[in-house]
């Protein structure tokens, strides 16, 4: 009677050593970090060995239970995590998106072609599209974007994301990239790093383009580039040159236009980068 009392215990108390952190763990809410408005990107960290869906779809996470995912310019409604760890507990959490104003920026002077494209350049530019499409659609095993991010180009900003704009008078799309101006030739600078998805020398309206992946859908693209200096696949390091700035395609002069993504989202990289120390 003793004997099994005691033996009773000892079960007790094996299943509550047993039961251990794991499931503690994993009874916590992911911890989120970042910016939770149009543009932001949000890091988050949770128990390792759990699946995490935003607004449904699943994320990547890391072997030591880091996440990301991102906010488009356009988004309005509040969105949803949910979280499922392998011991069975679940949790959801809404989670508020702050808008921004953005205002309208006429620029005058671009190629009429790049406004008005003739007819005939419609498949070359569909090619493209899908190229550009394609390579940021990669959810790679690397985290590069968790040490963050540095310029690319140092100088003064002619554009900022998400601004509406009209090119020649004629509407067009939002812009999605920061816009640093700097003279044709001056070094482009990986502002993470990461591995080149799309190395493409001249595409119709942004030129050579570059797209580099840092990892689980987060990736750089840089256009109106006149010289491109790596190759696709090549892995690089934060701060190696790139490219050359140059001023081909839909541009009035010579600029980079950097873009960071978020698989199909755009986000704004000037946020990411901080201040521009010029
Ligand atoms: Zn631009």
Request: aromatic share 8%.
């Amino acid at each position: 009677m003793l004997a099994d009392s005691i033996r009773g215990l000892l079960a007790l108390w094996l299943v509550a050593v047993a039961l251990p952190s794991a499931a503690a763990e994993a009874e916590l809410p992911p911890d989120l970090w970042g910016d939770f408005s149009q543009g932001g990107m949000v890091m988050g960290s949770v128990a390792p060995d759990t699946e995490i869906r935003f607004n449904g779809r699943r994320l990547r996470v890391s072997p030591t239970g880091q996440f990301t995912f991102g906010y488009g310019r356009d988004v309005s409604s509040a969105s949803e995590l949910e979280w499922r760890h392998s011991s069975g507990a679940t949790g959801r959490r809404q989670l508020r998106v702050d808008g921004h104003s953005f205002a309208l920026q006429r620029i005058s002077g671009v190629p009429q072609r790049t406004v008005t494209p003739a007819p005939e350049t419609l498949e070359r530019i569909h090619t493209e599209t899908a190229l550009v499409r394609r390579a940021r659609e990669q959810d790679s095993a690397i985290s590069d974007f968790f040490a963050g991010f540095t310029w690319p180009v140092i100088g003064p900003i002619t554009g900022v994301y998400g601004s509406r704009r009209e090119y020649n008078g004629v509407p067009s799309r939002p812009h999605y990239g920061v816009d640093i101006a700097a003279p044709t030739g001056t070094p482009v600078r990986a502002p993470a790093a990461g591995i080149v998805r799309l190395a493409h020398p001249d595409m119709y309206y942004s030129s050579g383009t570059l797209i580099l992946d840092h990892g689980h859908g987060i990736s750089s693209s840089f256009l109106h580039l006149s010289k491109i200096l790596v190759r696709e696949g090549q892995r690089l390091r934060r701060g190696e040159v790139l490219a050359e700035v140059g001023s081909g395609g839909r541009s009035t002069g010579a600029h980079l236009d950097w873009r960071v993504n978020w698989f199909a989202e755009r986000l704004d990289a000037a946020r990411l980068a901080g201040p521009m120390p010029y």
